[in-house]
């Protein structure tokens, strides 16, 4: 096929056999490649250079509180459900260094850690983590205010995003509108049929990267397959979170006795927090030498659960497990929405499989709306 | 340099693991000594000089009336005193007697118990003196030392980690093996501050940094009843090196009635 003809929005077939070309590409002009890869019975995300290091055959089962990996007999690379990593931890790291004081005399030098930020090619975004990235950019990305780490790594960012055609049980993304089918905003989108990947370009450096490569006209037949895929998938979901009273019910039940029940069960660890693709709180953290000669600032992520989180001069403000996950759940689905516009939540389910106790706040959110007691 | 603090560093009924932490500073050691008077460290060295000292550092539990009668002493000459490790902070492995009897223990062990003088129950440092900072963990963390050494010494409260061992599994980007495998695993109720060294490895966390303030104990022992694979494991992952730190020992209990 004819390299011209490439165009974005338009959709390709790429044989499965040519995808290390793809990746070679992205390698070629600068992209670390990173995708899910099998680790000790589980899923990371983790730098790969070929199409065998995706779990080929795995599929991963999710319910609240337990992740299993299983191999099935099929060959396809991408029906496994993400699992507790998500791609926050490469455009947000969980420890950053923000600057080090070196003594010089009387005072002090600053050096600024290294500009350079490194150029990541996220192989295998979901919808709803499309919209998890979408919506930290409008945290560290303001008008008013700009992280120069997050938007370097953002600017930097190749998004080759897949839609999910075997959502896992605790997927409710249908109920946030992020998927299955994955939303504008990536380079290029990928469908994965039999023996083909069905790939639809988004951005001119999509189109760019694809050139070259023994791309076929995607024929009706393929489209149509994708598309039955695709519905079958959205039927599959069954989770759902009714959002048609958020933020308000979060806003107007803060006195609510269901928090004092969900508080016997929540073990206040912080897991939630840690997994969820747009929680962004963070704690800064000074070390020293032991001579006094240096001082290093790091940025850490940090967790409302923690007992630290708000403890300020003269005592915490929220002493109990209760105003904890209070105040968690009324930001996350309350006043996010007037903070940021839209929902903390894009239906990924993290936060209710890798919550120990299988706290489901799908199953939760709807006793607000039951009388107090 | 005269006016360096002192440093002295006590050995009770312990392993010796938690001095052998300080030893293990190789990278920062020479510093260390050059910024702080080490006054008495006998693991590290037989120039042993009497009190008073500025920092005292005291490993292992009161188990017996002679150990009680040095911890007052010690407690006397020190400006400031940190109990290091889980059995100053908690009793450790040899708290398990305290819910036992401890003369059966030794007449199983000892050919001639009668030789042995001993108390009933092995004790926090904390239950015979007031004590300034407790490091908890089994042993101690290295970084967590050398944090203190250095905040004492810039008049600046250390930084140490109040939260759940869980988070620092999902900093590191470690994988829950309780909910990715059903490992039993202590990290949701215990305090960080390892580094999260167990689950790195596969293993489940046994609390050896002792529980969170406010760990819900409660919780956590439902769920992990739920998917023991022997009968009182739960029980069993709680009575360990931390057995004796309160919210551990009364989790036990309830599991027991």
């Known amino acids: 096929m004819s390299q011209e003809k490439l165009e974005i929005g338009s959709t390709y077939a790429l044989p499965k056999a040519e995808f290390d070309n793809l990746l070679a590409r992205l390698k070629e002009k600068g992209f670390e490649t990173l995708g899910a890869k099998v680790d000790h019975e589980t899923l990371v995300y983790e730098p790969i250079s070929a199409l065998a290091d995706l779990p080929q055959g795995y599929i991963s089962e999710q319910k609240a509180g337990e992740f299993r990996l299983k191999k099935t007999h099929h060959k396809r690379y991408f029906d496994y459900i993400p699992g507790a990593h998500s791609w926050k931890q490469f455009l947000f790291p969980s420890r950053q260094e923000l600057f080090t004081l070196h003594k010089n005399g009387d005072g002090w030098n600053t050096e600024l850690p290294d500009v350079e930020q490194p150029k990541y090619a996220f192989i295998g975004v979901r919808g709803c983590e499309l919209s998890a990235i979408q919506i930290q950019d409008g945290i560290f990305m303001r008008e008013d205010f700009t992280d120069p780490t997050y938007a370097k790594r953002r600017q930097n960012l190749f998004i080759l995003a897949v839609n999910c055609l075997h959502p896992a049980e605790t997927c409710f993304c249908t109920s946030l509108k992020t998927g299955p089918k994955v939303s504008p905003g990536f380079d290029i989108s990928l469908t994965e049929l039999e023996d083909v990947f069905l790939l639809e370009i988004g951005s001119e450096i999509g189109r760019l990267v694809l050139q070259g490569l023994p791309l076929e006209a995607s024929s009706a037949f393929l489209l149509q397959a994708a598309q039955k895929g695709l519905e079958r998938a959205e039927k599959k979901i069954q989770r759902e979170l009714d959002t048609s009273d958020l933020p308000d019910l979060m806003t107007k039940n803060l006195d609510h006795n269901h928090w004092q029940e969900i508080a016997e069960r929540c073990l206040s660890c912080g897991n939630c927090t840690q997994v969820c693709p747009t929680c962004f709180c963070w704690d800064t953290v000074d070390t020293s030498d032991l001579l006094g000669k240096e001082t290093k600032r790091e940025r850490v992520w940090d967790s409302c659960f923690n007992p630290s989180y708000s403890y300020y001069a003269g005592g915490n403000t929220r002493p109990t497990i209760s105003t904890r996950y209070r105040q968690w759940l009324t930001h996350k689905l309350g006043t996010w929405k007037e903070q940021y516009g839209t929902l903390g939540c894009v239906g990924c389910g993290r936060c209710i499989v890798w919550c120990p106790a299988g706290i489901d706040l799908t199953e939760e959110i709807p006793l607000f709306r039951e009388e107090k007691s | ?257």
């Open chain 2, 1 to 257: 340099m005269t006016t360096r603090p002192t440093l002295a560093v006590h050995k009770f009924s312990s392993c010796d693991g938690c001095q052998l932490q300080i030893l293990n500073m190789e990278d920062e050691i020479l510093d260390l000594a050059e910024v702080i008077d080490i006054a008495y460290f006998l693991e590290a060295t037989r120039d042993a000089r009497p009190g008073p000292y500025t920092i005292s550092m005291v490993e292992g539990s009161v188990t017996t009336e002679h150990e009680v009668e040095r911890i007052k002493k010690i407690r006397q000459e020190s400006t400031i005193l940190i109990s290091i490790g889980t059995c100053a902070t908690a009793g450790g492995i040899q708290a398990l007697r305290n819910v036992a009897d401890a003369d059966e223990y030794a007449n199983i062990v000892y050919p001639n118990p009668e030789y042995l003088s001993y108390l009933k129950e092995a004790s926090p440092i904390s239950e015979y003196v007031d004590v300034d900072m407790e490091l908890w963990g089994c042993p101690v963390n290295k970084k967590q030392l050398l944090e203190v050494i250095v905040a004492l010494l810039q008049n600046r409260r250390p930084v140490l980690p109040q939260s759940s061992v869980c988070m620092e599994c999902k900093q590191a980007g470690t994988i829950c093996v309780l909910v990715s495998e059903g490992v039993p695993c202590l990290g949701p109720v215990t305090q960080a501050g390892c580094g999260a060294i167990c689950p790195a490895n596969g293993r489940g966390c046994f609390g050896c940094f002792g529980p969170q303030d406010g760990a819900n104990t409660d919780s956590l022992s439902d769920i992990l009843t739920d998917i023991e694979r022997y009968p009182g494991e739960t029980k069993r992952l709680y009575s360990n090196i931390s057995n004796f730190a309160p919210a551990f020992y009364e989790a036990t209990r309830k599991l027991t009635d």
